[in-house]
């Protein structure tokens, strides 16, 4: 049985496809990230799933359950950390965590000892008994991931889990889902491309709406990046140079000062020497390893934005 | 119980909340403080008068310190000699209004002839005119012996209650003030909506008669308290329960359970805080239209018919007679109509939010 599977999962809003006939296979235990820009269709699927958004066509189910016919089980078997923090405000980590403990049914008991295991991990112990308005993003955050673990459920949705956080605050929430990998299923959205490298087991590429390449993140760059990618530092390169470099090789780019060669079948020495013998000045040459956001652009055409 | 628990969340919330708090148990006080003691609590201040005495005789005299003497009435000095100087400060603004005692005053009076006599007001204020015209008729029939043109005969029965203005706007703020709980339920419900929180609490098992009694659990409490307050600062304000008072907080009780329900039913059709602030618009005209401020006896039968179709004017005409002394029996058919949309409120709004939790 899987952890999460979609068939021909469709959403519609007044003829808007959001997202068009998405089929997911994630296994019990696996951690798969949704990649895709704003709008592509994530959070959307994940709303599906959660029980929160009626599919316009197709179905999908959480651990055999289906969501548009046992919606209540699915809901007994998921947790989420929504998009935007969304806790209550006036409440203390201790409340907000036993507000969903119990009502997912756990006793007072197993919510407290949850409570203190989840605030030690996330490092909110101290705060704890604050109320959680005076809380910065990153603490938010991670008590918004705690309230979604505090049920211990089988099935996780991150969706977007460390947007707006600085980079120390993300590292520590990776390294927390990090742990949890095989342990619970868990299906995480997000946009930054080092984040789902860094995480996940198999990454799916969704654009308007589909999904457009699936694999893991090794198999995304060498079964789909047909172009390799060299960097240049120079000097004395002329308009003429690069027009001539524009119609030979697919893509040119200048990336802080240096210059960027993308082809496919690149060979490196080629172009080194050709560089020499228009007078170029070559000060540094090297091959570039392929990137998740190099694999979105080929596939989508588009640049992920932070 | 995850009802239990939603609605611990949500009291926690407004409990927290001073501004929302204050808003909540100061808007019942504030209004059973200004309303009643403006047109019934306490001792009115006496009406400053100004008079032009042209005739000058011992009897004219004799007339304005009977005036004088006369609780309802304050008498400016200096008394005018001259009509055209009161006319002249009453244009002006300096008084609001004169009497004119006309030369020939004592004669007419000696005379047993009949007795003219002139007030003076702006038109622009014609409530000093009917406020101050009956008690000079009143005093001039005591003090000329002038018969009035019409005499009715009084036939009063004891009343216990000490002050009827107040017996009769006291239940109908009351009401009003419960009214508020339709927009505090609605705002709190539509904005736990706009923030995502009520989205986040969908994806939990919980079903929608929890989230309905969990977020009417915190504002019994309020309820109460109000109600207390309404009864409390009413009765110090001179409001008399000739009734029976259990049965008055029942029914209180009962029209706040209907602005809870109607207020779940707001929050749950519309999509922010701001939209749910709308509903004021629905609130005061049905409270003028329900009797909060004015009798609804002289209003046409269209309107009445609305009213008596919603639960307000049964409770505020329920209220105002079990306090003036109607046994529970009496007002049964106000008190059937209160439950049956209690129920009906809250029937519909768990149906209503069924339909919010998957869109």
Not at chain 2, 234 to 262: D, K, P, Q
Request: hydrophobic content about 45%; glycine content about 8%.
């Amino acid at each position: 049985m899987n952890g999460v599977q979609t068939f021909k999962l469709t959403k519609r809003f007044n003829g808007l496809v959001a997202v068009n006939g998405v089929d997911l296979e994630i296994k019990k235990g696996e951690l798969f990230s949704l990649l895709g820009p704003n709008g592509a269709g994530k959070t959307t699927t994940i709303r599906m799933l959660c029980c929160l958004l009626k599919p316009t066509e197709g179905t999908a189910s959480v651990l055999g359950y289906d969501v548009v016919k046992t919606p209540f089980k699915v809901k007994t078997l998921i947790g989420v950390s929504p998009q935007d923090t969304i806790l209550s405000e006036r409440l203390n980590c201790w409340e907000n965590l036993a507000l969903i403990g119990k009502v997912h049914g756990l006793s007072s008991n197993e919510v407290k000892e949850r409570s203190k295991e989840l605030l030690e991990t996330m490092g909110l112990m101290e705060r704890s008994k604050d109320q959680v308005r005076k809380f910065s993003g990153g603490m938010k955050r991670r008590l918004s991931i705690a309230m979604a673990l505090v049920s211990d459920p089988q099935v996780l949705f991150l969706d977007e889990p460390t947007l707006g956080l600085d980079p120390q605050a993300r590292r520590t929430i990776w390294e927390y889902i990090a742990e949890l990998k095989g342990k619970k299923t868990i299906l995480l959205t997000t946009h930054y491309m080092e984040e789902a490298d860094f995480l996940s087991e198999r990454i799916g590429i969704i654009d308007e709406g589909r999904v457009v390449a699936l694999g893991t993140s090794q198999e995304l760059k060498t079964n789909l990046l047909e172009m390799r990618s060299m960097v240049v530092s120079t000097e004395n390169l002329t308009a003429e140079v690069m027009e001539d470099l524009r119609n030979k090789y697919s893509r040119l780019e200048k990336v802080k000062g240096r210059l960027k060669i993308s082809h496919k079948d690149l060979d490196f020495k080629e172009i080194v020497d050709y560089l020499h013998s228009r007078g170029v000045t070559v000060y540094s040459a090297a091959l570039e390893q392929p990137t998740l956001e190099d694999v979105f652009i080929q596939i989508t055409g588009k640049r992920l934005r932070d | 119980m995850k009802f239990w628990e939603i609605g611990k969340r949500n009291l926690k919330e407004i409990y927290r909340n001073p501004v929302l708090l204050g808003f909540l148990l100061g808007m019942p006080l504030a209004f059973m403080l200004v309303f009643c003691a403006a047109f019934g609590g306490g001792q009115a201040s006496p009406i400053a008068m100004s008079i032009v005495d042209e005739d000058r005789s011992q009897t004219s005299s004799a007339f304005i310190q009977y005036l004088g003497s006369i609780e309802a009435i304050e008498l400016n000095e200096p008394i005018y000699s001259e009509k055209s100087q009161a006319q002249e400060d009453l244009e002006d603004g300096r008084i609001s209004f004169y009497l004119f005692i006309p030369s020939g005053f004592e004669e007419a009076k000696q005379a047993q002839q009949t007795v003219n006599l002139e007030l003076a007001y702006k038109e622009a204020d014609p409530m000093i005119g009917l406020q101050v015209k009956p008690i000079i008729e009143a005093v001039g029939f005591e003090f000329l012996g002038v018969a009035p043109p019409l005499n009715v005969e009084l036939k009063g029965t004891e009343s216990k209650i000490k002050n009827e203005v107040v017996n009769f706007y006291a239940p109908g703020i009351a009401v009003f003030g419960l009214m508020i709980l339709i927009s505090t339920a609605a705002e709190i419900i539509a904005g736990d909506r706009e923030k995502g929180f009520l989205a986040r609490m969908f994806t939990t098992p919980a079903r929608p008669s929890d989230f309905i009694l969990g977020y009417s659990l915190p504002f019994i409490p309020v309820l109460i308290v109000s109600t207390l307050i309404y009864l409390g600062v009413g009765m110090g304000l001179g409001l008399t329960v000739v009734g029976n008072l259990g049965h008055a907080f029942l029914i209180f009780f009962l029209i706040g359970l209907c602005s809870i329900g109607i207020g779940m039913i707001v929050g749950s059709l519309v999509k922010s805080e701001s939209q749910a602030g709308v509903s004021w618009i629905f609130i005061v005209p049905i409270a003028m239209i329900s009797g909060t401020w004015f009798s609804t006896e002289g209003m046409p039968s269209a309107v009445k018919s609305v009213a008596g179709a919603l639960p307000f004017i049964h409770a505020i005409d329920g209220s105002r007679a079990v306090i003036n002394g109607s046994s529970l029996s009496a007002i049964m058919p106000d008190l059937y109509w209160l439950v049956g949309w209690a129920v009906v409120l809250f029937a519909v709004g768990i149906v209503l939010f069924r339909r919010t939790m998957v869109s």
